[in-house]
């Protein structure tokens, strides 16, 4: 399993801590930045983790900004993607299991650490369910602008 992680600036400590998590689970990633606290724009992080993982060059990804929510926005507007912001560990097991989702956004305002990885965790070894969900997933993908 490969996993993309990006961030802004006001994700980018939690980001830190995922990485670590991430490594000491043997988990290969592609970070693709932010690589400071210096303030930058939340969509360009977003959309380069989106489409690594609606290209298949990563399975699954990983999304931060200070809420988590403009990030899972920008994340969402590319084709494939099956963003979801979570902020408790049920959400991101269903997440998984009910809608397929295929990137977990974070909120580093609002989640701590601790929680965070556990999302994180929960997030990456919960397999979607298929059977009635498969329909519903397919009618979400079909929705275009």
Same mark, same amino acid.
């Given at each position: 399993?490969?996993?993309?992680?990006?961030?802004? +600036?006001? !994700?980018?400590?939690?980001?830190?801590?995922?990485?670590?998590?991430?490594?000491?689970?043997? %988990?290969?990633?592609?970070?693709?930045?932010?690589?400071?606290?210096?303030?930058?724009?939340?969509?360009?992080? !977003?959309?380069?983790?989106? *489409?690594?993982?609606?290209?298949?060059?990563?399975?699954?990804?990983?999304? %931060?900004?200070?809420?988590?929510? !403009?990030?899972?926005?920008?994340?969402?507007?590319?084709?494939? %993607?099956?963003?979801?912001?979570?902020?408790?560990?049920?959400?991101? =097991?269903?997440?998984?299991? +009910?809608?397929?989702?295929?990137?977990?956004?974070?909120?580093? !305002? %609002?989640?701590?650490?601790?929680?965070?990885?556990?999302?994180? =965790?929960?997030?990456?070894?919960?397999?979607? =369910?298929?059977?009635?969900?498969?329909? *519903?997933?397919?009618?979400?993908?079909?929705?275009?602008?």
């Amino acid at each position: 399993m490969k996993i993309a992680i990006g961030c802004d +600036h006001g !994700g980018y400590l939690l980001k830190q801590d995922i990485l670590i998590w991430l490594e000491e689970h043997n %988990i290969d990633f592609e970070d693709v930045g932010c690589y400071s606290t210096e303030s930058v724009d939340y969509p360009m992080y !977003g959309e380069k983790v989106g *489409r690594m993982v609606a290209s298949g060059q990563c399975d699954k990804g990983i999304v %931060i900004c200070t809420t988590g929510i !403009g990030i899972s926005i920008a994340a969402n507007k590319v084709a494939g %993607i099956r963003c979801a912001h979570c902020t408790d560990p049920l959400s991101a =097991e269903m997440t998984r299991r +009910h809608n397929d989702a295929n990137v977990l956004a974070l909120g580093a !305002g %609002i989640t701590g650490p601790n929680l965070a990885k556990r999302m994180v =965790e929960v997030f990456l070894n919960t397999d979607f =369910e298929g059977g009635r969900h498969a329909r *519903r997933v397919a009618q979400l993908d079909a929705i275009r602008p």
